[in-house]
Nanobody, 125 residues
């Protein structure tokens, strides 16, 4: 199992930006599909964005398209989530997930076997 450590969460005003980072403890990071999910209070965990294991393709949940960008640095074993034009409804705990050769096109929670501990993002209005 891969150990994942997220960072970069915090409190930001609506319209602001944050960049989340997730470092993976694995030797073959490039072979892992990396995903970001989020869970708001009282709601189920939902997909946000994913980066395919060869790094060439990405997918996004509809509400974040054009505002969020997922990227990865295989040399640093790190995946990022750049979040711009944040809205109060983006408030949630954001989780990083990893799966070797995993599905990247709108994956489900069950498509990932490794998860980070989560980082809180709060957007004030």
């Amino acid at each position: 199992q891969v150990q994942l450590v997220e960072s970069g969460g915090g409190l930001v005003q609506a319209g602001g930006s944050l960049r989340l980072s997730c470092v993976a403890s694995v030797r073959t990071f490039g072979l892992y599909t990396m995903g970001w999910f989020r869970q708001a209070p009282g709601k189920e965990r939902e997909f946000v964005a994913a980066s395919r294991w060869n790094g060439g393709s990405t997918s996004y949940e509809d509400s974040v398209k054009g505002r969020f960008t997922i990227s990865r640095d295989n040399a640093k074993n790190t995946v990022y989530l750049q979040m711009n034009s944040l809205k109060p409804e983006d408030t949630a705990v954001y989780y990083c997930a990893a799966e070797q050769f995993g599905k990247f096109d709108r994956p489900k929670i069950s498509d990932f076997g490794s998860w980070g501990q989560g980082t809180q993002v709060t957007v004030s209005s």
